[in-house]
Antibody, heavy 113, light 107 residues
Framework: QIQLVQSGPELKKPGESLKISCKAS????????MQWVKQAPGKGLQYMGW????????TYADDFKERFVFSLETSASTAYLQINNLKNEDTATYFC??????WGQGVMVTVSS | DIQMTQSPHSLSASLGETVSIECLAS??????LAWYQQKPGKSPQLLIY???SLQDGVPSRFSGSGSGTQYSLKISNMQPEDEGVYYC?????????FGSGTKLEIK
């Protein structure tokens, strides 16, 4: 069955970087793009963008064009989200999703000094 | 970006009742509209895609309708497990955008 398993929770300080993973199984990884969605505590869903798993080309929504990097490790069927120069407002749960149908369990990221 | 205006913000319903949630797109989205249910601490679950197609495994009491810029989700015969937050999402134009959510509770 299709599964997206994300890495564990993160606690970081402002200015630090982090990289969270999303490992796919149950399908051919390069057949489908991977989407990323942010959900701040108590807030709604915010679409961050997607990465073409065949070419590695990322596309970012406007709010995520700086400091955010989507990448792949195709041999491991894994997608990554890197956030640089973390800010308090990056505190959120980050989801990966295939076609917004199959979702990972989410990674809770807390940024606090 | 296409704006998705969802209403109401919250809703309470009795068991067995029928409820509707509305979503208005800022421009036509050609039925590229999905509905999700999210429960606390969980990932969103797809209920409806392409405005009215029921995702596999989703109970038939959920239905979607609409066209152009106006869409709705109807839940018939409200059940306890239907409590949660519901989101609409347009998949017509990048960046995909979500509505602000509707919190549905049992009265």
């Amino acid at each position: 069955q299709i599964q997206l398993v994300q890495s564990g929770p993160e606690l970081k300080k402002p200015g630090e970087s982090l990289k969270i993973s999303c490992k796919a199984s149950g399908y051919t990884f390069t057949d489908y793009a991977m989407q990323w969605v942010k959900q701040a505590p108590g807030k709604g869903l915010q679409y961050m963008g997607w990465i073409n798993t065949q070419t590695g080309k990322p596309t970012y929504a406007d709010d995520f064009k700086e400091r955010f990097v989507f990448s792949l490790e195709t041999s491991a069927s894994t997608a990554y989200l890197q956030i640089n120069n973390l800010k308090n407002e990056d505190t959120a749960t980050y989801f990966c999703a295939r076609a917004l149908i199959w979702w990972g369990q989410g990674v809770m990221v807390t940024v606090s000094s | 970006d296409i704006q998705m205006t969802q209403s109401p913000h919250s809703l309470s319903a009795s068991l067995g009742e029928t409820v509707s949630i509305e979503c208005l797109a800022s421009e036509g989205i050609s039925n590229y509209l999905a509905w999700y249910q999210q429960k606390p601490g969980k990932s969103p679950q797809l209920l409806i895609y392409y405005a009215s197609s029921l995702q596999d495994g989703v109970p038939s009491r959920f239905s979607g309708s609409g066209s152009g810029t106006q869409y709705s989700l109807k839940i018939s015969n409200m059940q306890p497990e239907d409590e949660g937050v519901y989101y609409c999402q347009q998949g017509y134009k990048y960046p995909f955008t979500f509505g602000s959510g509707t919190k549905l509770e049992i009265k």
